[in-house]
């Protein structure tokens, strides 16, 4: 018997599948550094963990299950 295929590490690491089959990103563009001179509205909106959109869900859930 063949081994299967390997996880990809690194969407391992970026990625979360949530209860409902969602995808999200862990960490937030925009939210590392210079953030001096955002606004607080700007910054409590980049709090919340973007979901990943319908085209790339199937990809990365492909890539998490090898």
């Not at 996880?7 to 970026?14: A, D, H, P, Y």
């Not at 210079?34 to 790339?56: D, E, F, I, N, Y």
Request: glycine share 10%; charged share 30%.
């Amino acid at each position: 018997m063949g081994k299967g295929l390997k996880t990809k590490k690194s969407i391992l690491k970026r990625f979360k599948i949530t209860g409902t089959g969602k995808v999200m990103v862990k960490k937030n563009p925009g939210r590392g550094h210079l953030l001096a001179h955002k606004s607080s509205k700007r910054k409590r909106q980049l709090k919340a963990q973007p979901v990943l959109g319908k085209t790339h869900t199937a990809r990365i859930k492909q890539m998490i299950a090898q």
